[in-house]
């Protein structure tokens, strides 16, 4: 079933999704069902799969540095296909246009039709590592809402090369990333809002949002997104603090603010062990709250871990 389909079978009942990492190269899948296995008693309806841009690595060979191509956490479809069949649940592979060409996003999206997932989560990626800014591959998308065009075409039949005759069922829903605090490159929260609204207009079906760790942000980001003519749901995405090294890395990262209470109860832990446990009571407060404003889902981002989201998931489901 589709996202949105998820959505309005739930007549308004607040539904429960999480986002996973692909294991590194080389680690067994198990690791991700061991923390996947605790959360299905939620009933998460979907289940999104992150993915990962290429990296340069450098290796040496006789004092001379031989640069080459890698992929660390490669394997998103596959492992929204054995997600799928494993558990019986819908799967979100995340599609990117940094470290894609377009046929590459044909070929994937093709992959997916076969595999009979439905749901796609569109976005542009980062910079590389080296890069200061965003730089389009060659062959590939700048902008998300480009992609989104290209996956709305070929739901229709337009492919890259060829116009095919295509069935209902080769629809795709596209999600699409939001950002209550901005996206760390945009000039303005109302210039961010336009973008927004040109990946609805070019067939994105619902948005996700960043982290955020103050619902305000999160309620005023709607109210304006609604001002501005977006009218598809918008699904909090919201992540428990787990480490102290957090105060720091996810306003450098992500350029979001952490309200002060959180970060004097984060400040005054002894161990990551408290951070967690102040992370996991922050996070069911902040739940909480935007489960009574009739959030249509509570998407929480595992960083492939479940011991915190489970317990946030037993106070409120
Ligand atoms: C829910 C969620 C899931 C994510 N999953 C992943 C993942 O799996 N893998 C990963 O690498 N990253 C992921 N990201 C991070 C995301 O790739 C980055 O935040 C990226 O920098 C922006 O992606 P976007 O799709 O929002 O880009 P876009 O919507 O293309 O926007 C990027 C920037 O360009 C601006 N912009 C957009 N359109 C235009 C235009 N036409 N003209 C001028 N400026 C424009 C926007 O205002 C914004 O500042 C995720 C983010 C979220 C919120």
């Given amino acids: 079933m589709k996202v949105t389909e998820h959505i309005a079978a739930a007549q308004n009942k607040t539904l429960f999704s999480f986002e996973l990492v692909p294991p590194q190269k080389g680690k067994n899948i198990q690791e991700l069902y061991d923390n996947?296995?605790?959360?299905?008693?939620?009933?998460?309806p979907f289940i999104d799969v992150t993915t990962s841009r290429e990296e340069f690595i450098y290796l040496e060979k006789d004092g001379l540095y031989d640069r080459k191509v890698t992929r660390t956490r490669p394997g998103t479809v596959g492992i929204c296909a054995a997600i799928k069949h494993k558990y019986k649940v819908d799967t979100v592979p995340h599609v990117l246009c940094g470290g894609f060409t377009k046929e590459e996003t044909e070929y994937m999206l093709v992959d997916c039709q076969y595999l009979g997932i439905q749901n796609v989560m569109a976005l542009r990626g980062d910079a590389m590592k080296h890069q200061r800014?965003?730089?389009?591959?060659?062959?590939?998308?700048?902008?998300?809402?480009e992609l989104v065009g290209q996956i709305r075409d070929m739901c229709q039949g337009k492919y890259l090369h060829e116009t095919l005759k295509v069935s209902n069922n080769d629809d795709f829903c596209i999600g699409?990333?939001?950002?209550p605090?901005?996206?760390?490159?945009?000039?303005?929260?109302?210039?961010?809002?336009?973008k927004l609204k040109q990946k609805v207009d070019a067939g994105a079906d619902y948005i996700v949002t960043q982290m955020f760790f103050n619902n305000s942000k999160y309620f005023e980001f709607i109210e304006k997104a609604r001002e501005a003519g977006i009218t598809v749901p918008i699904i909090p995405g919201i992540k428990p603090i787990a480490v102290k090294k957090h105060l720091q890395l996810l306003p450098q990262v992500f350029k979001i603010d952490l309200p002060e209470d959180l970060i004097t109860?984060?400040?005054?832990?002894?161990?990551?062990?408290?951070v967690r446990q102040v992370g996991i009571e922050w996070c069911?407060?902040?739940s909480k709250e935007l489960k009574d404003a009739g959030v249509p889902v509570l998407h929480y981002y595992s960083m492939g871990k479940s011991d915190n989201i489970k317990k946030i998931a037993e106070a409120l489901f």
Avoid: R
């Fill in 36 to 44: 996947i296995d605790p959360l299905m008693e939620f009933n998460p």
């Fill in 133 to 145: 800014y965003f730089e389009a591959t060659n062959g590939g998308h700048t902008y998300a809402y």
């Fill in 176 to 179: 699409v990333a939001g950002y």
């Fill in 181 to 194: 605090e901005k996206h760390l490159e945009a000039p303005s929260l109302e210039f961010d809002l336009k």
């Fill in 265 to 274: 109860a984060v400040d005054a832990c002894k161990d990551n062990k408290e």
């Fill in 284 to 286: 069911i407060a902040q």
